[in-house]
């Protein structure tokens, strides 16, 4: 009976011998742990977007962007299959939350690409940032998420990428545009509530009213409104010159079309932010979006060429949304930074270090993506931010878009200029 | 009133007229404060009164669908709301054509009535086949069987007609004969939200008839009052559940167009979601079961939710006045459940209705 005793924890003493060594890897230094891919086994990516209610075209696009990337490599990385796990983060922090938990419980993914929404990502970043994992988002914006001042309102924590531009960079050209080139005095804002909305909100107000201008209504909506009389009564009593609308549809749609009914607003112009920068937005609104400023992603050349007509191969017609762009760079980066990070031991297996992938992202400068030159900045209040701004222009909605299914519209201003160069242009 | 004043002092009635007393002191300050200001002007105030007789004239023919399904099975279709989206997902593509053909700007009437029926069939038959196949097997079980199958149901069609159609939007094309205005008085009212009310209480005038003149409506009458009893007298009660759901689904269709032709943009599978839960809300603010009820709920929230938060919310000095309007909404339903829990029209129902 003593001897079997004996035995038997003779047994177990060997295997937690040898549990530990297969658990973190044999060879794995890094502190946050290694993703230990088998010679046969894929590469898994991660991707977090939004997938399912009113905004999915937003995850569709970004989606398209990144299975794009993976095809342009033959789906194959370091000799191994890449795989693609797909989470719906819907556009709350719930969804978020809910994605994270669910990419982080999987120890075979070796970073996220997401997610969509701002919301979506103030839930998810605690979590995937704890599990040692990156995420980068194709086209999220708020400009709290990096910033890592959480008592200014900041939410940044290490592991945080984005490949979409900062609204601090939007909104702060936003409303240079509405005072120096639409030579506005009086400006009113309205957002929905959602931490992207509200961020460019504030953020063109407080430029605008340092600028010497007069923000005369901040107001908001509910997602789903149709019925935007009510707000749009209160904003013509508050006589605006021009109005901030960085909704997404289908509000910014009922707001542009109802505007026309409403005594005072006839000559108020509007500046949409890229939320509203869809194809399918001046179609929907109709004539009421002649004339209407849209903010948006300006992404051109031959190899964005290359990747629209690889889209209309593969999914026929044009992507639904701006930012397939920001995330076919972003799988490019991660998938360049998982290269840069893996180690093949002797027997085959590849070792990813958790934090060997953050330091290669991080690393990145002048990545010549779809979108301009990729440098991955550090310091707060631009702490993840990889894009450089210049990937952004105002458009202008003429005819063309709205009867004759031309996209994207012609350009009122490029931000890479300054306001005074092209003033009266 | 007052019943704390007499001998059997409640401090439930006690709280309930102290909170009557300060909602109704909310309402005048506020409502005081925003007129005195004269901010808003007298057109500006008319406008909004059109404008949510408009979206409650919409409210209430999808109402009438939760009402009237209500009254003959005593269950809430949660997937009444997808019935509304099917018909105007559907018909947006109908429009589309009749918009490239010139056939909507040549003949408007007939083509809006065309895309009223196509609406009407196609929501018509999802009900149909809801009821047949998610709600008729589940007809004698325990009362929140059906509800969790209703929210099922919804899901379920939502993301059917996304498969069908795309995640994107798309929105109804504008017809020329309902652009412009009508001036009263110096008051311009937009053509479009007239025609929009007449329709609506055209369309809920003809169900009245239906209920009230007919010998269908007879049956439904008597299926709703006792279905034994009913089915002893001779009637089809399946076949009269069938109807009751085909109607409330034609009537949701309507909508559908009706509310393409006001509010053209945002058609997409989740379209139904906000409108089915307000016109839940009518329902149940009117006194569900109750026709004229889910008519007059409808128009009430319409008007209530227009004017609301401008008159009495910006009066009171709160911020974001305008994002509080479907706190308004349910804040009303939350009242009138204290108030009036039978709702506007609704009679007190017994045990087994209740």
Redesign the interface.
């Known amino acids: 009976m003593f001897d079997k005793r004996l035995r038997l924890i003779g047994v177990l003493l060997l295997f937690s011998m040898l549990l530990p060594k297969s658990a973190a890897g044999a060879g794995c230094d890094d502190p946050l742990g290694c993703v230990e891919v088998g010679p046969n086994e894929p590469i898994v990516i991660g991707a977090m977007l939004v997938v399912?209610?009113?905004v999915?075209?937003l995850g569709?696009d970004s989606l398209g962007g990144v299975e794009l990337a993976l095809l342009r490599r033959g789906e194959e990385l370091l000799g191994r299959e890449l795989e693609l796990v797909l989470e719906d983060s819907l556009c709350t922090a719930e969804g978020g939350q809910a994605a994270a938990q669910r990419l982080a419980a999987d120890e075979a993914i070796v970073g996220v690409i997401g997610s969509s929404c701002s919301s979506a990502a103030q839930g998810a970043i605690p979590i995937i940032s704890g599990a040692g994992m990156v995420m980068i988002a194709p086209s999220n914006t708020s400009p709290s998420l990096t910033n890592d001042n959480i008592d200014a309102g900041g939410s940044h924590l290490p592991g945080y990428f984005r490949t979409s531009h900062n609204g601090l960079m939007e909104g702060m050209r936003n409303a240079e545009f509405a005072m120096d080139i639409l030579d506005a005095a009086a400006i009113a804002t309205v957002h929905d509530?959602d931490p992207y909305t509200e961020g460019l909100a504030r953020v063109v107000a407080d430029t605008f009213a340092d600028l010497g201008g007069d923000v005369v209504f901040e107001?908001?909506?509910?997602k789903?409104?149709?019925?935007m009389?009510?707000?749009l009564?209160?904003i013509?009593?508050s006589e605006p010159d021009v109005i901030y609308l960085p909704l997404f549809?289908?509000e910014v749609?009922?707001f542009a079309?109802q505007m026309q009914?409403?005594?005072g607003l006839e000559d108020v112009d509007i500046i949409g932010g890229g939320a509203a920068f869809v194809a399918?937005f001046p179609?929907?609104?109709?004539?009421a979006a002649i004339g209407l400023y849209v903010s948006g992603p300006k992404v051109s050349g031959e190899a964005y060429d290359e990747l629209l007509a690889a889209w209309d191969e593969e999914y026929g017609g044009t992507p639904?949304s701006g930012y397939h762009a920001h995330a076919y760079d972003a799988a490019n980066i991660l998938l360049d930074a998982v290269a840069t990070a893996a180690v093949e031991a002797d027997d085959g297996v590849l070792l990813i270090g958790r934090s060997a992938i953050r330091e290669a992202l991080a690393a990145t400068e002048n990545y010549p993506g779809l979108t301009g030159n990729l440098t991955c900045q550090e310091e707060s209040p631009f702490a993840g931010d990889c894009a450089t701004g210049t990937a952004l222009a105002m458009f202008v909605i003429t005819e063309a878009e709205v009867y004759d299914d031309n996209w994207p519209p012609p350009i009122a201003w490029n931000f890479e200029t300054e306001p005074d160069d092209q003033a009266g242009d | 009133m007052f019943k704390w004043r007499t001998d059997d002092f409640s401090w439930v009635d006690f709280t309930i007229d102290v909170l009557r007393v300060i909602i109704v002191l909310g309402v005048v300050i506020g409502a005081w404060n925003t007129l005195s200001s004269g901010r808003i002007s007298l057109a500006q105030w008319v406008n909004l009164f059109a404008a949510g007789l408009s979206q409650g004239s919409i409210y209430a023919l999808i109402a009438l669908g939760y009402t009237l399904v209500y009254g003959i099975l005593l269950m809430i279709n949660f997937a009444h709301g997808e019935v509304f989206m099917a018909g105007a997902f559907s018909t947006v593509f109908l429009a589309e054509a009749l918009n490239r053909t010139g056939f909507l700007n040549a003949q408007p009437l007939l083509a809006i009535l065309l895309m009223i029926a196509f609406a009407g069939l196609v929501s018509m038959s999802v009900a149909i086949l809801l009821e047949r196949i998610a709600y008729r097997p589940l007809r004698g079980s325990p009362r929140l069987v059906p509800l969790i199958t209703a929210i099922g149901a919804s899901f379920f069609l939502q993301y059917t007609f996304r498969g069908l159609y795309g995640s994107g939007f798309k929105a109804y094309p504008g017809v020329n004969a309902l652009q412009g205005a009508i001036e009263i008085g110096g008051i311009s009212i937009p053509v479009v939200q007239v025609f929009v009310f007449c329709a609506a209480i055209f369309l809920m005038l003809c169900l009245y008839w239906l209920v009230e003149r007919t010998r269908v409506g007879k049956a439904m009458r008597a299926v709703s009052e006792n279905k034994e009893v009913a089915r002893l007298m001779g009637i089809d009660i399946d076949w009269v559940i069938m109807f009751t759901f085909g109607v409330g689904g034609f009537l949701a269709g309507s909508a559908g167009v009706i509310n393409g032709l006001f509010r053209p943009q945002g058609v997409n599978f989740y379209m139904g979601f906000i409108p089915g839960i307000k016109a839940f809300t009518a329902a149940v603010l009117g006194g569900i079961g109750n026709i004229p009820g889910a008519m007059l709920g409808g128009l009430f929230l319409g008007v209530i939710e227009a004017i609301g938060p401008n008159l009495v919310l910006a009066g009171l000095g709160i911020p974001g006045a305008n994002q509080l309007k479907d706190v308004i909404a349910f804040t009303m339903l939350v009242l009138v459940l204290i108030f009036r829990p039978q709702g506007i029209l609704g009679e007190r129902l017994s045990e087994t209705k209740a």
């Open positions: 399912s209610g009113a999915s075209y569709e509530g107001g908001a909506v509910n789903g409104d149709t019925d009389a009510s707000i009564t209160e013509a009593v549809e289908p749609n009922f079309a009914h409403i005594a399918g179609e929907n609104t109709g004539e639904p």
